[in-house]
């Protein structure tokens, strides 16, 4: 009983910390903001022991594995070829819309939060694994495979983080049908500019 409760404390802490470490970054996320938005049976929380550099680091081993596991299932289903490639930028699209809080905690990344914390780094999107792990069929020769992945990442991070202007002032997010198709197509065209003999 005691075992599952401690279960139970360690993942509404590890989704609080995902969730506020999405919404404020590390820097501005402290252990006693993470154990009061996590509720009462936080303190029970094995987690909370290895510090918030910990809790960093396991938001991001789940973030990976969440990915790893999304793309080995596209992967399986795809055909090597354009349309597989299609197919990738689609999930990659899908996958951002889903799990938004991924996107976020890198996007903080990018804007030097946790610099002090270099591990991150050494992840390899699975995107990229996808890519360039396998032979592909029917593509231009010179297409350069991991940035085409990186390039499809950033689109879609861009997209899904700040979505599309469309009057002065204004933009339309993902949540907006017609955007998303917009967008979704202009992503499948740059792909196609790519990777088409």
């Not at 402290?30 to 029970?44: F, N, Y």
């Not at 349309?83 to 804007?111: C, K, Q, T």
Request: charged residues 30%.
């Amino acid at each position: 009983m005691l075992k599952d409760r401690v279960a139970d404390a360690d993942e509404r802490v590890l989704e609080t910390s995902a969730r506020l470490f999405a919404e404020l970054g590390y820097d501005a996320t402290d252990l006693d903001m993470i154990i009061s938005a996590a509720g009462p049976e936080a303190s029970r929380s094995k987690l909370l022991r290895e510090g918030k550099a910990g809790l960093y680091r396991a938001v991001f081993e789940r973030f990976r594995g969440l990915e790893e596991s999304y793309f080995k299932a596209v992967a399986e289903e795809m055909t090597h070829d354009a349309e597989g490639m299609h197919r990738l930028a689609d999930a990659s699209l899908d996958f951002a819309i889903d799990y938004p809080e991924v996107n976020a905690v890198w996007e903080h990344r990018a804007l030097k939060d946790a610099i002090d914390l270099d591990f991150p780094e050494r992840f390899v999107p699975a995107l990229e694994s996808v890519i360039t792990s396998s032979p592909w069929e029917g593509l231009r020769q010179d297409v350069d495979l991991r940035f085409l992945s990186w390039t499809m990442i950033w689109m879609v991070m861009g997209f899904t983080g700040t979505g599309l202007p469309y009057e002065e002032g204004h933009r339309r997010r993902a949540d907006h049908g017609p955007t998303l198709d917009y967008f979704r197509a202009r992503l499948h065209e740059m792909i196609d500019c790519r990777i088409r003999p």
